[in-house]
């Protein structure tokens, strides 16, 4: 039996193998439940992981994150936690068909206890593309796992900053993406939780357009002062992708191996 014919047997009926663009990596997903959207590009991107750092993606899904950040950066080690079993036996296998289970490691449990699961102070990098409705707030999706991925059904933003505070190491970095109209909240629970905001940097489909995103970086325990970085605009006129965020579709591969 051929390497080749085991991987694809990695892939299930119904599913589907998405080309990341970066690394040579592909990612499984199925188009009934949750695939992942920009949001997770741009987090990866905005996110920075250290040579011999460890990571940790909460509410991982597919495992997109993980895979993009090991694409991108030089850290030793990268974990998702997700509660959706299905999604995370999906990560898993994607890991596998990467050959990746050497630096990436999905596991099945709840974002509330990962600090018990992990261990506290156990990571340099926390990332998180959280669910950014509170509850009911949006339109409801009878698909479940579409509903948990984008409602806070089984953790709350604040579920989310306690947890990483605790499983950060001092000084360690919590890189989010969410929704501007959650700012105030957001500042409030990081500054609650002793993670310091550092940088953010707001997200416009359109340059003419209000910003549908924000991404955001905390320290553990730092002095305050918080650096704003210029638009990301994501879409030309014509509705192209804009020269930036292409390049963050390419394949960074090469130029990580060369610093």
């Known amino acids: 039996m051929s390497r080749e014919y085991d991987k694809n047997?990695?892939?299930?009926?119904?599913?589907?193998l998405d080309d990341l663009q970066t690394g040579g990596y592909y990612l499984i997903q199925d188009p009934s439940r949750f695939c992942f959207g920009i949001d997770a590009v741009l987090l990866s991107s905005f996110a920075r992981v250290k040579r011999g750092e460890k990571a940790l993606d909460l509410g991982t899904g597919t495992g997109v994150i993980p895979i993009l950040l090991e694409s991108k950066n030089q850290g030793a080690f990268y974990g998702g936690l997700e509660i959706q079993e299905a999604s995370a036996d999906m990560a898993r296998r994607s890991v596998q068909y990467n050959d990746l289970e050497q630096k990436i490691e999905i596991k099945t449990g709840d974002i509330k206890e990962a600090a018990a699961l992990y261990g506290a102070a156990s990571f340099e990098v926390i990332t998180v593309n959280p669910p950014y409705m509170i509850g009911e707030h949006g339109l409801k999706n009878d698909n479940e796992a579409k509903y948990i991925a984008r409602h806070e059904v089984y953790c709350t933003l604040q579920d989310v900053v306690e947890q990483s505070a605790k499983l950060l190491k001092d000084k360690g970095r919590f890189y989010m993406v969410h929704r501007p109209f959650r700012l105030p909240e957001i500042m409030c629970e990081m500054c609650r939780a002793k993670l310091e905001p550092k940088r953010m940097r707001l997200v416009y489909s359109r340059v003419d357009k209000e910003p549908s995103?924000?991404?955001?970086?905390?320290?553990?325990n730092s002095r305050p002062r918080m650096q704003v970085e210029a638009p990301l605009i994501v879409y030309e006129q014509d509705g192209s992708y804009t020269e930036e965020v292409l390049a963050m579709y390419g394949d960074m591969k090469k130029s990580r191996e060369e610093r």
Do not use: Q, T
């Open 9 to 16: 047997e990695l892939i299930h009926p119904g599913e589907r």
């Open 213 to 220: 995103m924000v991404l955001i970086e905390g320290m553990k």
